[in-house]
């Protein structure tokens, strides 16, 4: 939780490295929508009947973490990681690899998908949806800032399609 400063006036919060930061900052705005996505991951775990996927998802729990804190260093002076254009690749390829093995197992409708099914399967629906609002948010803070990381961008991507396949799979359970 949060704790909250009496020396920042209201609408404004502290980051990692900087005060008194405003909440229309574009590092809050994404970093908000980063939050929100995995706060989305953890509500989706918490129905979901597969324990080695809900693992998956805490992990991408906790790249989505390591990659808020890149996005608070942003302009200004801390450095937690050495930021390199690549940056966040380990992350990716081991996502990727995991989502394409269990892309190529999973039998895809061929119908649109109504999430609701069940409990799971709607909170890994949900969960997709919130991290594409996360990934729009970031592909414009990238924008913003000139920043060549790409792979953070294909991350939050590969992170939904997983959510769409961990949905579908759910579906029939």
């Known amino acids: 939780m949060a704790r909250h400063s009496k020396r920042n006036p209201i609408g404004f919060t502290d980051i990692i490295g900087a005060s008194g930061i405003s909440k229309s ?14 706060a989305a991951l953890g509500m989706a775990r918490a129905f979901m009947t597969d324990k080695e996927h809900a693992d998956v998802l805490k992990q991408c729990q906790a790249d ?4 808020m804190g890149f996005i608070a260093a942003v302009n200004t002076e801390q450095t937690f990681f050495v930021i390199e254009d690549s940056f966040f690749e380990t992350e990716l390829e081991d996502l990727e690899s995991y989502l394409f093995k269990l892309e190529a197992e999973t039998e895809f409708p061929n119908v649109f998908v109504y999430p609701g099914d069940n409990a799971a399967e709607a909170a890994l629906n949900m969960a997709r949806t919130i991290v594409r609002r996360a990934e729009r948010e970031t592909v414009s803070f990238f924008v913003i800032e000139n920043l060549k990381q790409k792979a953070v961008l294909q991350y ?18």
């Open 25 to 38: 900052d574009p590092r809050i705005h994404t970093n908000g929508a980063i939050d929100e996505a995995s």
């Open 64 to 67: 989505l973490s390591k990659m």
């Open 156 to 173: 939050l991507n590969r992170l939904s399609s997983l959510c769409f396949v961990f949905g579908l799979l759910e579906a029939e359970n």
